[in-house]
């Protein structure tokens, strides 16, 4: 028997308890790990903002899933600066 905080009771057999709980476990191990990740992850944004302080206005970060992550840096320059962006070099014109 399964007695929640809003008082509905549930009946569920022991193995799908256990099969819950397992569950459960795995989606917070999992999260923890996902938590520990972006922290890193924002450590190192957050570095390489301030080195470029001088050149940026802004810098966003977006979580929309765990595949789907954006970072948008607004410069303070109207030419566009190929350092920031992730391209390696300005690309040749023929």
Not at 2 to 29: G, K, L
Not at 67 to 78: A, G, N, P, Y
Not at 85 to 94: F, M, N, R, V, Y
Request: glycine share 2%; aromatic share 6%.
């Amino acid at each position: 028997m399964v007695h929640p905080p809003d008082n509905d009771i549930h009946f569920v057999s022991s193995s799908e308890a256990v099969r819950a709980i397992v569950a459960w476990t795995s989606i917070s191990e999992r999260l923890s790990i996902i938590q520990g990740q972006l922290k890193i992850l924002l450590e190192k944004l957050r570095k390489w903002s301030l080195e470029r302080r001088e050149r940026i206005i802004r810098a966003d970060l977006r979580v929309r899933s765990c595949e789907d992550i954006l970072f948008v840096v607004m410069q303070k320059d109207i030419p566009y600066d190929f350092e920031l962006s992730d391209h390696q070099h300005e690309p040749t014109t023929a």
